[in-house]
């Protein structure tokens, strides 16, 4: 019942997830937040399996600091998605496959604002914009229509808005509330839109 | 003897493992390194060997971030300390990753000391040939300072010296060191026994410091401006001092007077 979008723009990336967590008819959580910081300039969004999820993305997290620390710089966004893609294959064909798809999105100096979607299949792939779970069904299309490069702001969360709507109108879950992150050269901006403030 | 030195896990008759000591060895034959622990300040001073000239000084890392709150330096054989840091840096990261709490200064070098003595106590291996000193500032606010050895021993200090010449610095610290200096004089303190074996003066120093003051716990590096000045001042007071001891000429006139009539 998790959704995740993420939409790259002129300088920069915003990425929405939802924040309810469902277990068949109870809602146990309002406001969970489905991201980790991997470092200053890079963020990874995941869903799937609870257990999984989290295990896997703290250990992607604490790994991302492990590098820059040993190498005395950060590890860029395309590192964090071989990295972690490449985890994931690993752990595919062993005893405990671990079941979470992601997005990572992130900013670095050289490359400039990327997002990857990577499936618990573990392929992975730079996308301009990408969807996971159930919303993808409902809101590629929304993507396709409204999505062009170089987008601003203000005009790629208007279309991550119109995605959340879409689901507000036509998804049986109800996912009241949003976790909404840009990233830029300056970092990490967080914005939560709750209920109706869509 | 030269019996009990071959394999490490055996004991002398006399009760030596010749490997750790031959290990200490090592250690004093690597470069000075000195910490001094303050009211809220911790420095770790660092000898730079003088640079080869065809060497790219900056690739030579001797003060090691562990974590964004812990730091260590190491006198000995470079090779070990590297395999040695990134042992720490990843049980680092993996304390934050079970526990969700950053290391204790306390916990790090406990660690690092019982890596040591591991390889201590196993077969085909020997010692790492380093000592360590190892600052930091945990949650609570206070400054640590903490040494390990190639035994695996591992203790707090208030101030302590490794490498070549530590028994002469620790000694210049045991008779210079004053309980809860400020920032600048812990600073000074370390520069100072460091001076005391490292003849060429501030190029050939490196001096890092964490404070409590900082919001995030961050290590601050002392460029070479900084150390020259700190040197300048240390000159100028050991001047003085040397002045106020001088005998003055019409003193000793005096002294001649009296011892005569």
């Known amino acids: 019942m998790e959704s995740l979008f993420g939409v790259v723009g002129k300088d920069f990336v915003v990425v929405a997830s939802d924040m309810s967590s469902i277990r068949s008819i109870v809602v146990l959580k309002s406001h969970e937040d489905r991201t980790r910081d991997l470092n200053s300039h890079n963020v990874l969004l995941y869903t799937g399996e609870p257990g999984d999820c989290v295990q896997f993305s703290e250990y992607i997290q604490r790994n991302v600091q492990l590098y820059s620390i040993k190498n005395d710089v950060p590890l860029n966004t395309a590192g964090c998605a071989s990295f972690t893609r490449r985890a994931l294959a690993d752990s595919l064909r062993s005893r405990g496959a671990y079941q979470t798809n992601l997005l990572i999105a992130g900013w670095d100096p050289k490359d400039g604002p990327r997002l990857y979607w990577i499936d618990y299949l573990s392929s992975g792939l730079s996308v301009p914009f990408a969807c996971q779970g159930y919303g993808g069904y409902f809101c590629y299309s929304t993507m396709d229509r409204y999505y062009h490069s170089d987008m601003t702001k203000d005009e790629a969360v208007a279309l991550i808005k119109k995605c959340i709507a879409e689901l507000k109108t036509r998804f049986v879950a109800n996912l009241p509330n949003w976790q909404i992150k840009i990233i830029d050269k300056d970092g990490i901006t967080v914005n939560v839109v709750e209920g109706s403030a869509v | ?261």
């Open chain 2, 1 to 261: 003897m030269s019996g009990y030195d071959r394999a490490l896990t055996v004991f002398s008759p006399d009760g030596h493992l010749f490997q750790v000591e031959y290990a200490l060895e090592a250690v004093r034959r690597g470069t000075c390194a000195v910490g001094v622990r303050g009211k809220d300040t911790v420095v770790l001073g660092v000898e730079k060997k003088s640079a080869l000239k065809l060497q790219d000084a900056r690739t030579v890392r001797k003060v090691n971030l562990l974590d964004s709150h812990v730091c260590l330096a190491f006198a000995g054989l470079t090779a070990d300390g590297r395999v040695l840091v990134n042992k720490a840096r990843t049980e680092c990261q993996s304390h934050r990753l079970t526990v969700e709490d950053p290391v204790s200064v306390e916990y790090i070098s406990r660690h690092i000391a019982g890596v040591q003595q591991k390889y201590t106590q196993s077969g085909g291996v020997r010692p790492f040939g380093i000592s360590t000193l190892i600052m930091g500032v945990d949650s609570d606010k206070v400054p640590k300072l903490y040494s390990t050895d190639p035994s695996g021993t591992y203790a707090a200090w208030k101030a302590n010296a490794i490498g070549r010449n530590a028994k002469t610095v620790r000694e210049f610290l045991e008779k210079n060191y004053v309980a809860d200096a400020d920032h600048h004089d812990a600073l000074k303190l370390a520069v100072r026994a460091l001076l005391e074996v490292v003849q060429t003066g501030a190029k050939n120093i490196e001096i890092a410091y964490m404070t409590v003051t900082d919001a995030k716990p961050t290590v601050h590096n002392l460029d070479v401006h900084e150390i020259e000045a700190l040197v300048n001042e240390i000159e100028k007071e050991k001047e003085a001092e040397a002045e106020k001891k001088k005998p003055t000429a019409a003193g000793s006139a005096a002294n001649l007077a009296s011892a005569s009539s």
